[in-house]
């Protein structure tokens, strides 16, 4: 049998899988990075964290009983989006990576829109948002001149651990499209945009394919994980693109909902050309000339693990959502907004914090734990609101990442929805999409539909209750108040935030 690894290069943690010709997942290792958060709003990670990280689950995973190295045919990554890696001459990092969830980047965001105006959208396909790579761009160079005068070229967070596993240096379409540097449906460097900023060409990586094989890996790593020198190392994508792969989001009409760090409603796209005006994300997907539409929620899982280490530490998940299955759509009248780090879609506002409204002295933890998932969803419901104001039609949504976990936030899902959730067997998020690039590139399928026709399995769906969905449409009218009636408040607050 043969193998091939998909590297997950998350937020909080790298995780590594392999998966073998039929799509079954032989063994799954991670390892865990810091955060840091010298200031509120602030979200940096160091690079050399998620090499060390990645070469130690390399490690573990290559010593699974019954695998052999020369049995690893390749390797392909998903890697969270956006993050700044500045490179100097000598291919090392100048500073610690700015992450996509790194809010500091406002003055900048308004200086793109002063330079480009409406030539933005129209090359990139996108706002000018503060999780966006150009803005952490501009921020270095306007506040860390001295340590930007080294910088020679920019990388992503997965295209940096990459390099450094093969000394090659790439970036693929989907990962590239969060620049806000490429012309996503040129598919090239935005010579425009990068003229407008005083960058050089020589800034940018060479772009590639997700499925492009970009190298093989160094020696000193080779020995390192225990890999051969002759693994062939594939592009990959960015998280939500492969987390679309791994759940077979490959044509027309498919919908994704991912609840992990973040949270994403995403629609696949055939048509460069389709219009969102900038109100979602459209990105180059990881099939070859294919796009997504897509609206985040900044802080969809985090929500939930930020009230479980709050008011729950050290109970686990399953601890302290027992029960919440039985608490009636509504939680007692607990509504939650889960702006906890500011939001994205459809509110891009990094001042904006969340709520609980209507909290009453009945109410119990579990009211408050309902109330966050429920709170949560309503956030992502925004953008299938969204999308289907634009046209499209969401009736089957593929629900993946920790959130789909459990069988009453799938439930609620599709209550909210009002569309059919399904959930996926051995659901494996992006890891599996960075794994099935691997099987695609390394000629084991004609095509990444049919790798997903073999490898993306789906489980139980569930189908929405019209009671409940009634009960949510109400709800989610009163939800969609808080964002205005909340957002003064919050502008007042800034000033206490440090
Ligand atoms: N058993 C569970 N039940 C409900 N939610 C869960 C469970 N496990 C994890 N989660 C949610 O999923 C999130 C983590 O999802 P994951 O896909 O692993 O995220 P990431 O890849 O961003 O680190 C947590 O923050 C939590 O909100
Ligand atoms: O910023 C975005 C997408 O635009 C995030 O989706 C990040 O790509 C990381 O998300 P997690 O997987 O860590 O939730």
């Keep these: 049998m043969s193998y091939v690894i998909g590297i997950d290069l998350g937020t909080s943690a790298v995780k590594a899988l392999l998966v073998d010709r039929k799509g079954t997942v032989a063994a799954e290792t991670s390892r865990s990075y810091p955060l840091f958060h010298e200031h509120s709003g602030w979200s940096e990670q160091k690079p050399d964290d998620w090499v060390t990280a990645t070469i130690e689950a390399l490690r573990e995973l290559v010593e699974t009983e019954g695998v052999t190295s020369e049995q690893i045919e390749g390797i392909s990554f998903s890697g969270q989006m956006h993050g700044l890696v500045l490179l100097n001459e000598a291919g090392d990092p100048i500073r610690n990576a700015i992450l996509w969830n790194d809010t500091r980047t406002t003055e900048q965001c308004r200086e793109i829109e002063r330079t480009l105006g409406d030539t933005l959208l129209t090359i990139t396909r996108n706002p000018a948002l503060e999780g966006f790579t150009l803005p952490k761009i501009l921020w270095v160079r306007q506040y860390e001149p001295e340590a930007f005068k080294e910088a020679k070229l920019f990388l992503l967070p997965k295209d940096y651990v990459r390099y450094r596993l093969t000394g090659e240096l790439h970036m693929d379409y989907s990962d590239a499209a969060g620049t806000l540097l490429l012309d996503v449906a040129g598919k090239q460097w935005s010579q425009d945009v990068l003229n407008a900023f005083g960058l050089p060409a020589s800034f940018c990586p060479a772009l590639a394919e997700s499925h492009a094989l970009t190298g093989t890996l160094l020696d000193d790593v080779a020995s390192a994980t225990g890999l051969l020198p002759s693994t062939k190392v594939f592009a990959g994508g960015a998280d939500n693109a492969c987390g679309a792969i791994g759940a077979g989001i490959l044509s027309e009409g498919l919908t994704l909902c991912s609840i992990g760090t973040s949270g994403v409603i995403l629609s696949y796209e055939n048509d460069k050309d389709k219009d969102f005006r900038g109100k979602v994300h459209f990105f180059n997907h990881g099939k070859e000339d294919s796009f997504y539409a897509m609206g985040v929620t900044l802080a969809a899982g985090y929500s939930l693990s930020w009230f479980k280490k709050t008011f729950a530490a050290g109970e686990s998940y399953d601890q302290l959502l027992q029960g919440v299955g039985e608490v009636q759509p509504g939680a007692k009248g607990l509504l939650f907004t889960p702006y906890l780090v500011g939001e994205r879609t459809p509110h891009a506002d990094p001042s904006i914090r969340a709520s609980f409204i209507g909290v009453d002295g009945s109410h119990e933890r579990i009211h408050f734990a309902r109330a966050v998932m429920e709170g949560i969803t309503f956030s992502l419901n925004e953008s299938v609101d969204l999308f289907r104001s634009a046209g499209k039609t969401v009736d089957t949504i593929v629900s993946i990442g920790g959130g789909a ?40 399928f004609d095509s990444l539909e049919a790798c997903a026709s073999q490898f993306v399995k789906h489980a139980s769906s569930y189908a929405p209750q019209p009671e409940a969905v009634e009960t949510y449409k109400g709800l989610f009218r009163i939800y969609q108040q808080v964002y205005a009636q909340t957002r003064g408040l919050n502008e007042s607050l800034v000033a206490y935030r440090s």
């Excluded at 936030?409 to 999409?433: K, R, S, Y």
């Design 405 to 444: 976990q459990n069988p009453a936030w799938l439930q609620m899902q599709a209550d909210i929805f009002d569309a059919t959730v399904v959930a996926l067997e051995n659901e494996q998020g992006p890891g599996l999409g960075a794994a099935m690039l691997a099987a695609y590139g390394c000629g084991w």
